[in-house]
């Protein structure tokens, strides 16, 4: 079982910026995609940026060039800096971890990100 621990959501105005971070533990493949996902209410949940082990990263059309998704393998985290925040990405995010080729995907309990106008 792997268990993901968020931290680093909360209120910022439009044009600040924020950290995020997510902490894996238990028994992680080493070969795996870690990442950000948000979502508002009544919307489906829907990707924001992941990376591979070997640092492949995806980002959201939306976010490139404001956002930055990094990672520790080390220490089985992933950070997702996000710049130049818009209300627009107002949402509660949640870290996912994802083993290729295989049923195993794990979610975060998620944290609220508040862009105010």
């Known amino acids: 079982q792997v268990q993901l621990v968020e931290s680093g959501g909360g209120l910022v105005q439009a044009g600040g910026s924020l950290r995020l971070s997510c902490a894996a533990s238990g028994s992680i493949f080493s070969r795996n995609v870690m990442g950000w996902y948000r979502q508002t209410p009544g919307k489906q949940r829907e990707l924001v940026a992941t990376m591979t082990n070997s640092a492949s990263t995806n980002y959201a059309d939306s976010v490139k060039g404001r956002f930055t998704i990094s990672r520790d393998n080390a220490k089985n985290t992933v950070y997702l800096q996000m710049n130049s925040l818009k209300p627009e990405d107002t949402a509660v995010y949640y870290c996912?971890?994802?083993?290729?080729?295989?049923?195993?995907?794990?979610w975060g309990q998620g944290t609220q990100v508040t862009v105010s106008s």
């Open positions: 996912n971890l994802a083993v290729p080729i295989t049923p195993y995907e794990y």
